[in-house]
C-alpha cells in the first residue's frame, strides 16, 4: 500500500511540474504570446514584419508561411475545398493620440477586440494590386485578399500599425485560424506627431503589441 501511495504522489508531483514550468517561464519581459500551433491544424507563421519591429522606410513587404493549408489561386471566389483557400491582410494604424477613456472602454468591452482598431490602409493606393482586388471583391477598407504568401504595402505615414493575417476559404469566408504582428514606421527626423493635448496619451501607449 506504502509503494502504491508513492508512486501516486511522484506521478502528481511531475504533472504540477510539468504545469508550473510554463508558467514560470511566461513571466517577466517574455516576447508576446503566440496563438498555439496544434499538429495537423491550419496556421499562419509571419516571416516579416516581426512584432515590434521598428524602420524607417514607409514601404513593408509582409511575408508569411503556412502549416497544412494550401492556397488555390484558380479557385479564388470558389466554392469551399478542405485545406485550401487564400490570405486575408487587415492593415490599421493606431491613431497618434487617443482619447484614453475611449482606449479604457475599447480595453474592457465585452463585444469589442480589446484595442482601438484605427484607420485601414487596405486599399489600392497603398496595398497596390492586393488592394484593387480588394475593390473587385468589396473588402476595401476592412481586408486585401492575396493568393500568394505575401503582400506589399507603401507609402505608409509614419506612426504604429497592427496586421492581421487570417486564412479565408476560396469563397472569402475567413477561418478562425490567423497570426498578429504590430511595427512602427519611424518618423523622419524633426518631423514626429505633435505632443497629445487634452489628456490623450500618445499611440505608442495605445498600440497593442500582442
Known amino acids: 500500500m506504502r509503494t502504491r501511495i508513492a508512486i501516486v504522489t ?4 511531475a504533472i504540477a511540474a510539468a504545469i508550473l514550468v ?8 517574455s516576447e ?21 519591429a521598428r524602420q524607417a522606410t514607409r514601404a513593408v513587404v509582409v511575408k508569411v508561411k ?6 488555390a489561386p484558380r479557385r479564388f471566389g470558389g466554392e469551399p475545398q478542405l485545406g485550401e483557400g487564400h490570405l486575408r491582410f487587415s492593415l490599421n494604424r493606431v491613431p497618434d493620440c487617443v482619447d484614453p477613456v475611449k ?24 496595398a497596390g494590386a492586393n488592394g484593387i482586388l480588394a475593390e473587385r471583391v468589396g473588402s476595401t ?22 496586421l492581421v ?11 478562425p485560424f490567423h497570426n498578429v504582428t504590430n511595427f512602427q514606421i519611424l518618423p523622419r527626423p524633426g518631423h514626429g506627431p505633435p505632443p497629445c493635448s487634452g489628456g490623450k496619451v500618445t499611440s505608442a501607449k495605445a498600440a497593442a503589441f500582442d
Open 165 to 175: 493575417i487570417t486564412l479565408a476559404r476560396n469563397n472569402g469566408s475567413p477561418t
Open 103 to 126: 482606449l479604457q472602454r475599447a480595453e474592457k468591452s465585452p463585444i469589442g477586440k480589446g484595442r482601438l482598431v484605427g484607420a485601414s490602409f487596405d486599399f489600392p493606393q497603398y
Open 32 to 52: 508576446p504570446t503566440k496563438p498555439p500551433t496544434i499538429p495537423g491544424l491550419p496556421s499562419v507563421e509571419i516571416v516579416s514584419p516581426r512584432n515590434g
Open 10 to 13: 511522484a506521478v502528481l508531483a
Open 22 to 29: 510554463p508558467i514560470i517561464a511566461s513571466g517577466g519581459d
Open 141 to 162: 477598407g476592412s481586408y486585401s485578399p492575396a493568393t500568394r504568401p505575401e503582400i506589399y504595402y507603401h507609402e505608409l505615414p509614419a506612426g504604429f500599425y497592427r
Open 66 to 71: 503556412l502549416h497544412n493549408f494550401r492556397l
